[in-house]
């Protein structure tokens, strides 16, 4: 399967910010799993516009665009990353309390996130990916004569 991104794109992307340990020291193989399972979440979204190539495999590029916007990519390494790390309570933003003696973890289940309901486990994925989505608050009114 096709995805977002090149394990090299990803590698320069890490490399830039903090907390990037579970992408470097996954191995080749796990990138390309971690960046194919992060395509296939990040397909699963409704967007705005048509596939620019009705037959292509993946949803991006859309609409006039000929090539995968940059958002995309970088929302494919945070999601890549997350989900490598393998952690959900790292990322689960509906923990209020953790202890560490006697381990601990209280959890808000009257709150979930957006990116949650959506099926995005990263925040920061999220912000990259929602200027794409199709607005499903919104009504499309058209006259047919």
């Known amino acids: 399967m096709a995805y977002y991104g090149t394990v090299d794109g990803g590698d320069l992307y890490h490399s830039l910010r903090l907390h990037n340990g579970a992408w470097t020291t996954a191995s080749d193989n796990d990138k390309v799993k971690a960046l194919t399972m992060a395509t296939t979440l ?3 979204l409704a967007y705005e516009y048509d596939k620019t190539v009705s037959t292509q495999e993946l949803e991006f590029p859309r609409g006039t ?19 490598l790390d393998n952690d959900p309570a790292e990322h689960d933003p509906r923990i209020t309390t953790a202890k560490l003696g006697a381990a601990s973890v209280s959890y808000d289940t009257s709150f979930v996130p957006q990116y949650v309901s959506a099926g995005i486990p990263s925040k920061a994925a999220w912000a990259f990916l929602k200027p794409y989505l199709r607005d499903n608050m919104s009504i499309s009114l058209e006259r047919i004569n």
């Open 65 to 83: 665009d000929t090539s995968v916007p940059e958002a995309i990519e970088k929302a494919t390494y945070e999601l890549a990353l997350t989900l």
């Open 42 to 44: 990040i397909d699963n």
